[in-house]
């Protein structure tokens, strides 16, 4: 099992920035990739950016320049710093830890992040 614990959410003005964590612990040596997925009201979830083996990163168009995914490997932490944020943004934000394959596939809890116009 894996736990992972998001941090960071909170309200922000359009233009604003936030950084996002997530916690994990457990058997991490099973994951492969990543990420960050967002869901807003009435909407189905998206994937925001993931980050894989030798730190291959991959962007929704909708963030690409905006958002940045990165990890600590020693604090077994990943984050996501948002710049320049935009009322569109405004979901609740998950981590996602995996393998390639699925087999293992764990959620956080999510993380509300609002963004004011």
């Known amino acids: 099992q894996v736990q992972l614990v998001e941090s960071g959410g909170g309200l922000v003005q359009a233009g604003g920035s936030l950084r996002l964590s997530c916690a994990m612990s457990g058997s991490i040596n099973k994951i492969n990739v990543m990420g960050w997925y967002r869901q807003a009201p009435g909407k189905q979830r998206e994937l925001v950016t993931s980050?894989?083996?030798?730190?291959?990163?991959n962007y929704a168009d909708s963030v690409k320049g905006r958002f940045t995914i990165s990890r600590d490997n020693d604090k077994n932490t990943l984050y996501l710093q948002m710049n320049s944020l935009k009322p569109e943004d405004t979901a609740v934000y998950y981590c996602?830890?995996?393998?390639?394959?699925?087999?293992?596939?764990?959620w956080g809890q999510g993380t509300q992040v609002t963004v004011s116009s």
């Open positions: 996602n830890a995996r393998d390639y394959f699925y087999r293992y596939n764990y």
């Open positions: 980050i894989a083996s030798r730190d291959i990163t």
